[in-house]
C-alpha cells in the first residue's frame, strides 16, 4: 500500500518518471513509495553513461538487461526511480546524474536536501 500522497518534492502531484512502466518500486511508472520500500525508490534520474558505468562499477548494474524480469536495460538519457540513498551515494563521489524534480517523490527530501537535489534538476530553469 502507498503511504503519503503521491506528491513530488513541491508537494504537488507526482509525475511519471519516463516510459517506462517497470521503473518505481511499485513498477507503476511513478517513483511511488511506502513504508516496506526500504531502499526510497523516490528519485527520478535522467541516467548518463558516466553514472550507468559507477553504478555498475558500485554493484548496482542498471544497463545489462535481464529478460526473465522485462528489464531492457538502461541507456543514458533513460529516467528512472533511483533509491535515494544510491543518489546521494553517487553525489558524494561526484558521480550524480541529473534529478526531475516534478517526479521525484517528496519522501526522498527525508534523505536529500532540496537545495541539493535543485541543484541537478533537469526539469526546471
Not at 541507456?75 to 540513498?85: H, I, M, N, T, V
Not at 550524480?96 to 533537469?122: D, M
Given at each position: ?30 517513483c511511488?513509495?511506502?513504508?516496506d ?15 550507468l ?16 524480469f522485462?528489464?531492457?536495460?538502461l ?11 544510491r ?38 530553469n
Open positions: 500500500m502507498k503511504t503519503d500522497e503521491s506528491l513530488n518534492v513541491f508537494n504537488e502531484p507526482l509525475h511519471a518518471c519516463g516510459e517506462e512502466s517497470s521503473t518505481g518500486y511499485f513498477r507503476d511508472g511513478k511511488n513509495t511506502c513504508d520500500d526500504v531502499g526510497s525508490h523516490t528519485v527520478c534520474i535522467r541516467a548518463s553513461q558516466a553514472f558505468e559507477y553504478s555498475r562499477f558500485r554493484g548496482n548494474d542498471l544497463s545489462t538487461p535481464v529478460t526473465k522485462g528489464f531492457k536495460g541507456k543514458p538519457g533513460d529516467s528512472w526511480c533511483l533509491c535515494a540513498a543518489w546521494l551515494e553517487a553525489f558524494e563521489n561526484n558521480m550524480a546524474p541529473k534529478v526531475y524534480l516534478t517526479r521525484t517523490h517528496k519522501r526522498a527530501l527525508e534523505i536529500i536536501p532540496l537545495e541539493l537535489l535543485r541543484q541537478y534538476s533537469a526539469d526546471l
